[in-house]
């Protein structure tokens, strides 16, 4: 299905206005959020208000009913700018949570989360890592043990590195149900609220990039979950998260895209500025190939991830195909950033220059979602058989 021009249209005016919004409610106090370590929730709720939140969810739900393209656009914009932290919570927020929940939660679930997800009143997060087991999420020991006199389910344990994790109201953490069968065959999903007793969030984790993105531990202490509280089917929590891959992938993949013509932006700027020997450094022959390279990269990815996008849309998105989308942006990500910084020589490695932050942002990218390498296992597993 190709994009049709009005709708090409629609996203260049979205965009503009995600661009504005930027202007008004980032561009000034971005640096003070990332010496705090966190934006405020002031934010979310603005977002909200703005219509920038949870876009293609539909509108009886509060959302807008748009095509996943007007998301995507939310997540490239404000990566492009810069301003990562914001657009990797919202992703986590509007692309994964709140599909889990349009996705596999029941009618009252949706009712109760996605009209204040989209409003901005509620921030979601998403809890899978623990200490010990990241890639190879089988690994998980947090349980939720029913029960049998109430009904109700107990649970314990620990998770790490959750994205909004000190701005969430409510998280969906994957635990285990049934211990005496494969983890993919005992994880359950529970939608926790953070008042809940027994609850906490641990301390605001310090990053390499990302400053002004919260993430956390999180603790699970003998926390009360009726059968209400299950997101999708009891035992069958991998089945979910299997399901929502391709999307969370798709989304990292749209932000390493904006980000890489944003620094190619600043850069391509800088270098008609910046003059060396006498002429501008965008005159030296080895820089002009060395930018030509740095767009093919950026542009080849970008074709790729909007072929993606459409297929998500027409939801016949393959988990190898997100993988590849994956992979390849995040890995050219990072080597398109790095060359920028280059091109700004001691400049770029001083804070003040905002390639210096999409430098350190990046880094992340090829671990989380799902790492490079476990990227290669998806897709070679699809290519080869297991
Ligand atoms: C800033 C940030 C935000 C995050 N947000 C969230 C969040 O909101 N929710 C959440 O649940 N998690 C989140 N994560 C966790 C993230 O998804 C994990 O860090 C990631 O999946 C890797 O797991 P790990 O850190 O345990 O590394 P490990 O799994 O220990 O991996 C260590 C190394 O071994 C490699 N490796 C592991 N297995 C294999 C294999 N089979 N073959 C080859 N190589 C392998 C990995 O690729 C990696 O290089 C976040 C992480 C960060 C840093």
């Not at 998403?126 to 190879?136: F, L, V």
Request: charged content about 25%; proline content about 3%; overall charge negative.
């Amino acid at each position: 299905m190709k994009q049709s021009t009005a709708i090409k249209e629609e996203i260049t005016l979205f965009k503009k206005t995600i661009e504005a919004f930027a202007k008004r409610e980032i561009e000034d106090y971005y640096s003070t959020w990332e010496k705090e370590g966190m934006f405020p929730k002031e934010l979310w709720k603005k977002l909200g208000d703005a219509g920038l939140l949870c876009v293609d969810i539909p509108e009886q739900y509060g959302g807008l009913g748009a095509p996943i393209h007007f998301s995507a656009s939310i997540i490239d914009e404000f990566s492009r700018l810069g301003y990562n932290a914001v657009s990797g919570n919202i992703a986590v927020h509007s692309d994964i949570v709140a599909h889990y929940i349009l996705n596999s939660g029941t009618e009252e679930q949706k009712a109760r989360y996605l009209p204040k997800m989209a409003s901005g009143e509620w921030i979601g997060a998403i809890a899978m890592t623990e200490p010990a087991a990241g890639s190879d999420l089988q690994g998980i020991k947090t349980t939720a043990i029913k029960n049998t006199l109430t009904g109700e389910y107990v649970i314990n344990g620990s998770k790490t590195f959750i994205s909004n994790g000190q701005n969430f109201d409510f998280v969906v953490v994957a635990v285990r149900t049934n211990l005496d069968v494969p983890a993919s065959r005992g994880t359950t999903l529970f939608i926790i609220d953070a008042e809940q007793n027994g609850v906490t969030k641990g301390k605001k984790l310090k990053k390499i990039g990302l400053h002004a993105a919260d993430t956390s531990e999180l603790f699970f202490e003998e926390v009360i979950a009726d059968s209400s509280q299950i997101l999708g089917e009891i035992n069958q929590g991998f089945m979910t998260l299997m399901r929502e891959l391709p999307r969370e992938r798709t989304a990292l993949a749209v932000g390493a895209c904006g980000a890489m013509e944003g620094a190619l932006e600043i850069t391509i700027q800088y270098l008609h500025e910046r003059e060396a020997f006498g002429k501008p450094l965008s005159q030296l022959q080895v820089i002009r190939h060395k930018v030509a390279e740095m767009t093919t990269e950026a542009k080849v990815n970008r074709a790729y991830v909007n072929h993606c996008l459409e297929l998500l849309e027409t939801q016949e998105l393959s988990p190898a195909d997100a993988s590849i989308a994956k992979l390849s942006a995040t890995e050219a990500q990072g080597k398109v950033v790095d060359g920028c910084l280059q091109l700004f020589g001691g400049y770029g490695y001083m804070e003040e220059y905002p390639i210096s932050r999409a430098y350190t942002d990046a880094r992340v990218q090829r671990i989380y979602g799902g790492t490079s390498e476990i990227m290669k296992e998806i897709i070679s597993k699809d290519i080869l058989g297991k």
